[in-house]
């Protein structure tokens, strides 16, 4: 099973060091699928410059929507799944142990992971 995580941005400078860091560490996910707003701070240097171990695919454009963006950074997307994931968020690191079943269930197709 293979996930590609999906995300969005727009002056994330603060906590996406944190989140990028969170991704890198889950091994389910493959890919990294970025779509950018074009940030005005460090954002994009940021997803620029981070050492993923796993490839990144990255664009940027002026912001439309939300669904705009998010469908553009799932276009992006080569997984088997695609996680959805805020630039301000993470989750349990159970999350890992959760994706290998996750993918086995033939008749799932949507997922949804309650936020506190």
């Known amino acids: ?60 454009f002026e912001f439309v929507s939300f669904d705009v963006h998010k469908n553009a950074a799932m276009d992006l997307a080569t997984g088997d799944w ?5 630039a301000d968020e993470t989750y349990s690191c159970t999350i890992n142990e959760m994706m290998p079943h996750i993918g086995a269930q033939h008749d799932v197709n949507v997922v949804r992971f309650p936020r506190m």
């Open 82 to 86: 695609c996680l959805i994931i805020d």
């Open 1 to 60: 099973m293979s996930v590609s995580a999906c995300m969005i941005t727009y002056n994330e400078e603060g906590m996406l060091p944190y989140v990028l860091a969170f991704l890198n560490s889950i091994p389910s996910i493959t890919e990294v699928c970025i779509v950018d707003s074009n940030s005005t701070d460090k954002t994009q240097e940021i997803i620029k410059e981070y050492n993923f171990n796993k490839p990144l695919k990255f664009e940027s």
